[in-house]
């Protein structure tokens, strides 16, 4: 039966590998069952509510890839996206966050009308190449700010916006330690070196005080009563979306909706072509087969993720590390799944990860999103000018969507002035006058 699912012997693997890798891809990206309810936690939500989403719909929707489409590709909440929902929308824009889970959601119903209609390539087409690459440039530079910002190693100051932390205190060179000896790790290529980074310093933190703001000292990390339980439950959260909110609110909202659909199309299409590269799955001409059942397992994860009480859920890169040990199909995703499930009944655990142990996480998530500034020519000016606003917009605005904004109006304005109209679509000229109406009354 497995290898009329999988086809294990077309592929040239085994059901012994296709599990080895299944657990080295949750080896790999577990760390998001402490760092999701860590950073949606901020916005109010439930903690314990957060774990058990993050994991059943890691779970269940890197089921359906699997079954969908064979692939060696697992689904969880998305970096990026998740600090979008709490620090831009939620925090940024003072957005309920039941209603970004209904912007979540409807996300996830336009991703799946533009993968249905085939509209989805022309917009990507609409948006040039270095505004691509700025934007996920730009969130990595936004992701590992609020992680320097978490652990106490960037803290605000009224004279310059922002200086440098105490470091007598252990926490911020807890987090500066992690970075350093997490890149060590990811830089030997050690199999699940982020969970190995805040598995160690969650430890470490059980042997150290901080002030606890009343004139004395507090263990950082606390041990649980128990380390074993059933899972928390999932009511705070389930069904808590609230979809009315943007037709009542539809100025501020329809600007951070489309933020969400590019991120999540960008994260998308680099995740699965990277990762089926990697696999081998591509054709001849470089084509993925079945990437339209890829893109609607995609588009209905974002969707089952706000239901279930998350951010939006979207493949995950990791994946490329049980490729790298020789997953080939969706055996393998399948794996993964099962894992998840498992991690339900450690949400104790999970539970007392503290937040300079997940600080250090979002650092090094940001080095390998800004990464893709390699393939960014900033000699070219015309390609330098909206890249560069883009890329400075997010961290000093706090905001994923107003960082995309002031990009996009930047490249049609740009373009239309130096008399480069005819390279500026007329759907990224559309687009560009939405984002500037944003802008002006937002």
Same mark, same amino acid.
């Given at each position: 039966?497995?290898?009329?699912?999988?086809?294990?012997?077309?592929?040239?693997?085994?059901?012994?590998?296709?599990?080895?890798?299944? /657990?080295?891809?949750?080896?790999?990206?577990?760390?998001?069952?402490?760092?999701?309810?860590?950073?949606?936690?901020?916005?109010?939500?439930?903690?314990?509510?957060?774990?058990?989403?993050?994991?059943?719909?890691?779970?269940?929707?890197?089921?359906?890839?699997?079954?969908?489409?064979?692939?060696?590709?697992?689904?969880?909440?998305?970096?990026?996206?998740?600090?979008?929902?709490?620090?831009?929308?939620?925090?940024?824009?003072?957005?309920?966050?039941?209603?970004?889970?209904?912007?979540?959601?409807?996300?996830?119903?336009?991703?799946?009308?533009?993968?249905?209609?085939?509209?989805?390539?022309?917009?990507?087409?609409? /948006?040039?190449?270095?505004?691509?690459?700025?934007?996920?440039?730009?969130?990595?530079?936004?992701?590992?700010?609020?992680?320097?910002?978490?652990?106490?190693?960037?803290?605000?100051?009224?004279?310059?916006?922002?200086?440098?932390?105490?470091?007598?205190?252990?926490?911020?060179?807890?987090?500066?330690?992690?970075?350093?000896?997490?890149?060590?790790?990811?830089?030997?290529?050690?199999?699940?070196?982020?969970?190995?980074?805040?598995?160690?310093?969650?430890?470490?933190?059980?042997?150290?005080?901080?002030?606890?703001?009343?004139?004395?000292?507090?263990?950082?990390?606390?041990?649980?009563?128990?380390?074993?339980?059933?899972?928390?439950?999932?009511?705070?959260?389930?069904?808590?979306?609230?979809?009315?909110?943007?037709?009542?609110?539809?100025?501020?909202?329809?600007?951070?909706?489309?933020?969400?659909?590019?991120?999540?199309?960008?994260?998308?299409?680099?995740?699965?072509?990277?990762?089926?590269?990697?696999?081998?799955?591509?054709?001849?001409?470089?084509?993925?087969?079945?990437?339209?059942?890829?893109?609607?397992?995609?588009?209905?994860?974002?969707?089952?993720?706000?239901?279930?009480?998350?951010?939006?859920?979207?493949?995950?890169?990791?994946?490329?590390?049980?490729?790298?040990?020789?997953?080939?199909?969706?055996?393998?995703?399948?794996?993964?799944?099962?894992?998840?499930?498992?991690?339900?009944?450690?949400?104790?655990?999970?539970?007392?990860?503290?937040?300079?142990?997940?600080?250090?996480?979002?650092?090094?998530?940001?080095?390998?999103?800004?990464?893709?500034?390699?393939?960014?020519?900033?000699?070219?000016?015309?390609?330098?000018?909206?890249?560069?606003?883009?890329?400075?917009?997010?961290?000093?605005?706090?905001?994923?969507?107003?960082?995309?904004?002031?990009?996009?109006?930047?490249?049609?304005?740009?373009?239309?002035?130096?008399?480069?109209?005819?390279?500026?679509?007329?759907?990224?000229?559309?687009?560009?006058?939405?984002?500037?109406?944003?802008?002006?009354?937002?």
């Amino acid at each position: 039966m497995i290898e009329r699912w999988f086809q294990l012997t077309r592929h040239g693997t085994t059901v012994r590998t296709e599990l080895v890798a299944g /657990i080295t891809t949750f080896a790999a990206m577990a760390y998001i069952l402490a760092v999701n309810p860590a950073i949606l936690g901020e916005s109010g939500m439930d903690k314990g509510a957060l774990i058990t989403a993050t994991a059943l719909a890691s779970a269940l929707m890197t089921l359906v890839m699997a079954l969908a489409t064979n692939y060696p590709i697992a689904l969880a909440p998305g970096m990026g996206l998740n600090a979008f929902f709490t620090f831009g929308i939620c925090l940024g824009a003072k957005i309920p966050w039941q209603a970004a889970l209904g912007l979540v959601f409807y996300g996830g119903v336009l991703f799946l009308i533009l993968s249905l209609t085939g509209i989805r390539q022309r917009l990507l087409e609409a /948006i040039p190449q270095e505004l691509k690459l700025a934007i996920t440039s730009g969130i990595g530079l936004f992701i590992a700010f609020i992680g320097l910002k978490n652990g106490g190693v960037i803290v605000d100051h009224p004279a310059t916006l922002v200086g440098l932390g105490d470091f007598r205190n252990p926490g911020p060179l807890m987090v500066l330690a992690g970075v350093v000896v997490g890149a060590a790790l990811v830089w030997r290529k050690l199999p699940g070196a982020i969970l190995m980074t805040v598995v160690g310093l969650t430890i470490l933190g059980l042997f150290l005080r901080t002030p606890d703001g009343k004139g004395g000292l507090v263990a950082i990390t606390r041990t649980p009563d128990t380390w074993i339980s059933t899972p928390a439950s999932l009511s705070p959260s389930f069904l808590a979306l609230d979809l009315g909110y943007f037709w009542s609110h539809w100025r501020t909202c329809l600007p951070i909706l489309l933020s969400l659909l590019f991120v999540d199309l960008f994260d998308n299409m680099g995740t699965l072509i990277g990762v089926c590269q990697r696999a081998g799955l591509l054709d001849a001409q470089g084509r993925l087969p079945k990437i339209g059942r890829a893109l609607l397992a995609d588009a209905s994860a974002a969707m089952v993720g706000s239901v279930l009480g998350t951010s939006t859920v979207t493949s995950y890169i990791e994946s490329a590390a049980g490729v790298e040990a020789g997953g080939r199909t969706g055996l393998t995703a399948v794996t993964t799944a099962g894992c998840f499930l498992l991690a339900l009944f450690l949400s104790p655990l999970i539970a007392i990860v503290p937040e300079v142990a997940t600080a250090p996480v979002l650092v090094l998530v940001g080095i390998f999103m800004m990464q893709s500034l390699a393939d960014l020519d900033l000699r070219d000016f015309t390609k330098a000018v909206p890249a560069v606003i883009t890329l400075l917009a997010m961290p000093l605005t706090f905001s994923i969507a107003e960082g995309i904004a002031l990009g996009f109006v930047a490249y049609v304005g740009f373009n239309l002035l130096t008399g480069r109209a005819k390279s500026v679509t007329p759907l990224a000229k559309g687009l560009g006058l939405l984002f500037l109406i944003h802008l002006i009354y937002r």
